[in-house]
């Protein structure tokens, strides 16, 4: 079993940034960032697989994020940048240990504000 911890959540203005980071207690296949705001499903926001580097992102975000592994710290982290309002959302860091589609580690979240 794998435990993930996300941090680096907070409070930022429009057209600010942040930096996310998913530290894993174990080796996973990927790695990557869902979202949840209120009133909203819970969507995919990017992944990272550790063997290929290749990252991809929901349309949503490309362009804007980017998503980057450390294999030494067993860390993927979320650079977001030119955040607006409709980023504002709760993130989960989530996990593969195959390359399939289903996510079998999930994280607690952390809170995402972007507010003027």
């Known amino acids: 079993q794998v435990q993930l911890v996300e941090s680096g959540g907070g409070l930022v203005q429009p057209g600010g940034s942040l930096r996310l980071s998913c530290a894993a207690s174990?080796?996973?296949?990927?790695q990557g960032w869902f979202r949840q705001a209120p009133g909203k499903e819970r969507e995919f926001v990017a992944r990272?697989?550790?063997?290929?580097?290749?990252?991809m992102y929901a349309d949503s975000v490309k362009g804007r994020f980017t998503i980057s592994g450390d294999n030494a710290k067993s860390t993927v982290y979320l650079q977001m940048n030119n955040l607006d309002l409709e980023d504002t959302a709760v993130y989960y860091c989530?996990?593969?240990?195959?390359?399939?589609?289903?996510?079998?580690?999930w994280g607690q979240g952390t809170q995402v504000t972007v507010s003027s």
């Open positions: 989530a996990a593969t240990r195959g390359f399939g589609m289903n996510w079998d580690y």
């Open positions: 174990g080796r996973t296949i990927r």
């Open positions: 990272y697989t550790w063997s290929t580097g290749i990252p």
